[in-house]
């Protein structure tokens, strides 16, 4: 008997522990962990992202004190939190916004709200409420990823609370599991307060609803109440109900839903308030638009009856209402009502074989880190740095990291298969260049240049004809199977960052034969003169000696120098002086650099990528 006791109560402990264990809450924009009033343990988000500005709010008018701070979001198109799940696991997931005049502009902002990479809801704020948004799905991943989309400009994204709940297989399960179910209203007729946890074993908030037109409230007098239905509703959501006075009378059901039909899935519950006696009958039937879709419902004394409605489509205009059939002798009564509208097709997101190439690059640059969520869905919200295929489950076809400050070796990711342009320009990468890049089946264009790379180019890029390799800028890189003096890229000409060493490279060598071939030349010219001159004066003396026996002693003709009198200077100067041009123009040819600047150069290069917004 004490063995069996002892076993009962581990098993509750142990079904205590699993379902606290679902229920994840996040004071978004705090540090602090704490319990507070309904016995919630919560948790700042500091763990749960990476961007975002923690603030405070100025007014609280009465809300709960996880309300009191929040994280806005200024820079990024999308910013994520991330929390880790069950993959296939089905939770409710509940977001809430308290604007508070946080930022003293009373202005409160409209943004979007996404869900795994799928668009969930646009959040349209207040200036003295809580506004929140809740949806109950089944994971496809491991993790589940809540993002902020900035929509409008200067409306800044935020948030206050973030909670997910882990709910039973069994649960909810009329809805197929390749859809979300979004929540409109979640009510209990006739309560004083909210239910939610521990009264609700998952917390959902059912609110209380104020009897009215013409409705009266009603409380039941059953000691316990059997809830075990499908959808698991707490036994604190039967304690009261409405029903109107007389049977002539329906009860009129509010339901929230958007203004343009949407395919639905409402829940009813119902639970008799009292013993009938042999004379009285509660029977009602569910209308819609006035026209009766249902069996008579009968509900029981102590025991719960579920109808669910789906598999039509309804929006605010349409009317649902509880009618008593023409045989019974009491209105109709209800309990507790949820409303949901179906989403679309829940998308598998980016490939997986993307994601984890991805997630090796974050892993390896810290830098990367700050961007979560799907990386190319929802399409207008795709990472800053990346490019992505507009295929149902698309895939990266770029990326675009030039001047992120990446430094070190690049780490392996070839699962990143679908890539047709890497720019990995102006960073700080070092070692070799890997050969798995060359092997990337659809890349076109690769873009290394102006990083610290060394070592021989791989065969699998040299090699590849159909990949534009840019290399510049990286003066230890060498072309496959030679020295590291010359680098040349595959879009066929020398690389800037090594141009002007190759050409330099010639200097000696054009030294070497010219200054000897001057000499050589002068020494030439020389004796040339010298001939010249000593023919000169044989011939001068000869008509010296013929003139001196007519003319005696008068001057020579001509104009020629008396003998023994040098060379013209002027005609020598003129012989090195187009020489020394020569040779300094043949010098000036060899040693000119390419003209530009390394940027100027690069910009030739390199189409930039166009910004997106």
Known sequence: ????????????????????????????????????????????????????????????????????????????????????????????????????NYDKKSAPPSFDLQLDGNYWDTIQTSADGVVYDEVIYITKGDSIELCLAQTQPNQLPFISAIEIR???????????????????????????????YPSDDFDRIWDAVEVGNGLVKVTTDAQTIDTSVPDQPPVAAFQYGITTSKTSEAILLVTDLPPVEVPIYIIMYFSEVTVLDSTQTRSFEIYI???????????????????????????????????????????????????????????????????????????KFSILQKWTGDPCLPSPFTWDWVNCSADDTPRVTALYLSGFGLSGQLPEFSSLDALQTMDLHNNSLSGSIPDFLG?????????????????????????????????????????????CKTIVDNSGGPSSGSSSKKKSSKLPLILGIAIPAFFVFWVIVVIFVCAMSQSKRRRAAAIAATNAGQNGSASMPNGLPPQGAPMNPQMLGKFGEVMMNQFAGNDEDQGTPEQGTPEQIRNQQVEERPLQY
């Not at 679902?22 to 978004?28: A, E, F, G, K, M």
């Not at 610290?452 to 890189?477: A, H, Q, Y």
Request: charged share 15%; net charge negative.
């Open 1 to 100: 008997m004490a063995s069996s006791i002892v076993l009962l109560l581990l098993l509750i402990a142990l079904a205590l522990l699993s379902v606290s264990a679902n229920l994840v809450s996040i004071d978004c924009g705090s540090s602090d962990s704490y319990t507070d009033e309904n016995s919630i343990k919560w948790v700042g988000d500091d763990d749960f992202v990476q961007n975002g500005k923690s603030q405070v709010v100025q007014t609280t008018n009465g809300v709960s004190h996880v309300m009191g701070t929040l994280r806005v979001f200024s820079t990024r198109k999308k910013n994520c939190y991330s929390i880790k799940a069950e993959k296939g696991s089905q939770f409710l997931v509940r977001a809430s916004f308290y604007y508070g």
């Open 289 to 363: 638009d006035g026209k009766s879709h249902f069996d008579p419902i009968v509900p029981v004394y102590g025991s719960v009856v579920e109808m669910s409605i789906t598999n039509i489509s309804a929006s605010s205009n349409t009317s649902f209402s509880l009618v008593a059939t023409s045989d019974s002798t009491l209105p109709p009564l209800i309990n507790a009502m949820e409303v949901y509208y179906v989403s679309g097709p829940i998308t598998d997101g980016t490939d997986s074989k993307d994601v984890a190439g991805l997630a090796t690059l974050q892993d």
């Open 439 to 483: 092997t990337l089946p659809n890349l076109k264009q690769l873009n290394l240049a102006d990083n610290k790379l060394s070592g021989p180019i791989p065969t699998t890029i040299s090699n590849n004809n159909k990949l534009k390799l840019v290399s510049s800028g990286n003066p230890n890189l060498c072309a496959s199977g030679g020295s």
């Open 166 to 196: 882990g709910l039973a297989s069994e649960m909810y399960n009329h809805v197929d599991s390749e859809y979300a179910m979004l929540l409109t209203r979640r009510v209990a007729y006739g309560a004083t307060e909210a239910i939610r």
